[in-house]
């Protein structure tokens, strides 16, 4: 066990989907997983854990944010040997031509969270996937025909941000605004793990189309596949 999360061992798996909703997590364990068991209820941070085409896969909630998804992925790391972790979430386009429900694939992830000031100093480092599962899941979602886009990310501590700084980063090539995989990335590098960050566009900033609070929770089938085929593979 650790502090917060309340499995025994053997619990997880070691390969875990990580969305930041706890019901997401309920969602897919009910939806994609047999034999599934709830091992986590701290904090109402759900986390399961059953088989998927035979194989074992765990999924846990972290949460909003960077501080958030890094307590929890640091503890599967640390104390549950978790090996592969792949985020499942949502993304705000910042590009005309990544529309909503597109899934994004981050091979980097920019961040002005103040986690990587305090490792990191003045030093500049930049968190990105591990090219394995990269590799994987563009493959997978070939096969699976899906509307995959691979690109940089933003991952912001601010969801509310008046200054539209969406448009500086637009400028330097970054596809997609979210708020977890930065730290995921780095902590996956501290802990010499494999991870990757598969999201769902929820809303583009340009166009200001939007999906529905259901949707992001219940409809967003085809990330949550994609994350699996790979995560097994």
């Given at each position: 066990m650790s502090t917060h999360i309340n499995a025994p061992e053997g619990a997880i798996a070691d390969k875990v989907l990580l969305p930041g909703d706890p019901l997401r997590a309920k969602f897919i364990a009910e939806t994609f997983?047999?034999?599934?068991?709830?091992?986590?209820?701290?904090?109402?941070?759900?986390?399961?854990?059953?088989?998927?085409?035979?194989?074992?896969?765990?999924?846990?909630?972290?949460?909003?944010?960077?501080?958030?998804?890094?307590?929890?992925?640091?503890?599967?790391?640390?104390?549950?040997?978790?090996?592969?972790?792949?985020?499942?979430?949502?993304?705000?386009?910042?590009?005309?031509?990544?529309?909503?429900?597109?899934?994004?694939?981050?091979?980097?992830?920019?961040?002005?969270?103040?986690?990587?000031?305090?490792?990191?100093?003045?030093?500049?480092?930049?968190?990105?996937?591990?090219?394995?599962?990269?590799?994987?899941?563009?493959?997978?979602?070939?096969?699976?025909?899906?509307?995959?886009?691979?690109?940089?990310?933003?991952?912001?501590d601010r969801f509310y941000d008046e200054n539209e700084t969406w448009k500086f980063w637009k400028k330097y090539g970054i596809i997609g605004i979210e708020m977890e995989a930065a730290e995921l990335y780095t902590l996956a590098a501290e802990f010499k793990r494999q991870a990757l960050a598969i999201l769902t566009v929820s809303n583009n900033f340009v166009t200001q189309e939007e999906t529905t609070a259901e949707e992001r929770q219940k409809t967003f089938k085809d990330m949550m596949q994609l994350a699996l085929e790979t995560i097994i593979e």
């Amino acid at each position: 066990m650790s502090t917060h999360i309340n499995a025994p061992e053997g619990a997880i798996a070691d390969k875990v989907l990580l969305p930041g909703d706890p019901l997401r997590a309920k969602f897919i364990a009910e939806t994609f997983l047999e034999d599934a068991k709830c091992y986590n209820e701290v904090r109402g941070m759900l986390g399961f854990t059953g088989t998927y085409k035979g194989q074992k896969v765990s999924v846990q909630g972290t949460g909003m944010g960077q501080p958030s998804l890094s307590i929890y992925v640091q503890e599967l790391f640390q104390f549950y040997n978790v090996q592969k972790a792949i985020r499942i979430g949502t993304a705000g386009s910042v590009s005309e031509k990544v529309p909503c429900r597109s899934v994004i694939l981050a091979n980097a992830a920019c961040t002005d969270s103040a986690l990587q000031t305090q490792r990191f100093g003045l030093n500049h480092y930049a968190p990105v996937p591990d090219f394995e599962l990269l590799y994987t899941a563009y493959n997978k979602a070939k096969e699976l025909k899906l509307q995959t886009v691979v690109g940089p990310c933003f991952s912001g501590d601010r969801f509310y941000d008046e200054n539209e700084t969406w448009k500086f980063w637009k400028k330097y090539g970054i596809i997609g605004i979210e708020m977890e995989a930065a730290e995921l990335y780095t902590l996956a590098a501290e802990f010499k793990r494999q991870a990757l960050a598969i999201l769902t566009v929820s809303n583009n900033f340009v166009t200001q189309e939007e999906t529905t609070a259901e949707e992001r929770q219940k409809t967003f089938k085809d990330m949550m596949q994609l994350a699996l085929e790979t995560i097994i593979e």
